[in-house]
């Protein structure tokens, strides 16, 4: 009622003054202004009013006015959820074998290359042993005279002939010839480089004419059928690995993953770098390289039906997890207590506060609040 004789002594203020002729039409405008201004003011008090008393009645029937939030949502699905032990790998051959000569001597013929294949016993590559061989036909030379003579001195003991001492000495000499013979035959042997297994030559570090020497790496051989990854894993995993845990191994050059399980899991602590060591075998193939990296994935835990959402959807509210779902109903957002089970790259295993078919909301939760209007 106030505001109507306001308005109505403005507006009998204003004709007065046109009827009367007062005042210039400058000061007539200026006085119509601050009669709108005066309506703009009290118009815009009694709306702010009224959007707090309906703010404050709790009328959950949304007559159109009421500001809700954009989110977007998800429905939780229960799904499988695993915990990875991370390490690094490489390649490495069940039989791998690195040759090197016996003896220092000069490379006088490589009876292999790269790839080819190799059967146990096969003779790689031979060695400058021509004194050795000079040493083997002296004394077989020799060995000829003095097993002729025990031969005869054995005819003539057996017939009461000759002294027993000329038949001892005789038969001495001839054994230890022949004892002399078998060494040099022994370490001729050590002028060839032979392969210890059945496999595939993958490296060949000799060439003809070249020095080779005792643990110089001269040739490679590798059992592709049998291969296998190996790593080493920190003493703080022991209690979690064991022989038998699937693993996945991943290759990163090659684009590809295996999943197997580890067939063995050290008992014991290098001393030095607090570190035990793990195996698994891997399926005969020319992908894999010996000393190839790989990316190995111990599996140290496993639930099939696990309810997991993203880390960066569980905030913290009062020292407590909470995540927020969408009511469907009433259209609000519902603020949810959870616990959380294990962690993994960025996902969270739920264990209670949610289950199977919640509405997750996935996007617009930051600034929610508990009850607040939302619109997906």
Partial sequence: MKNIIKVTAGSLFISAMIACGGGSGIEIKKAKLEEL???QSEIAAEIKALETEIATSGDSTNSG?????????APLEASTFEKYIDVQ???DGDENVVLSAKVPASVIKIHVRAGDPVKKGQTLATLDGEIVKTQIKDLETNYKLVAEVFNKQKSLWEKGVGSEIQFLQAKTNKESLEQKLATLKENLDMYVISSPITGT?????LKEGQMAAPGMPAIRVVNFAKLKVKADLAETYAPEVKSGNAVVIQFPDLNKEYR??????????DQLNRTFKIEADLPSSPEYIPNMIAVVKVISYRNTNALVVPMSLVQESDGAKIVYVADKASKKAVKRTVTLGKVYNGKAEITSGLKAGDLIITAGYNDLNDQESIEF
């Fill in 260 to 269: 197997t399980n580890l067939h063995y899991s050290g008992r014991s602590i």
């Fill in 65 to 73: 006015n009421e500001k809700r939030k954009m989110v977007a949502i």
């Fill in 37 to 39: 201004k005066a309506k």
């Fill in 89 to 91: 790998g490489r390649v």
């Fill in 201 to 205: 030559v993958d490296e060949v570090n």
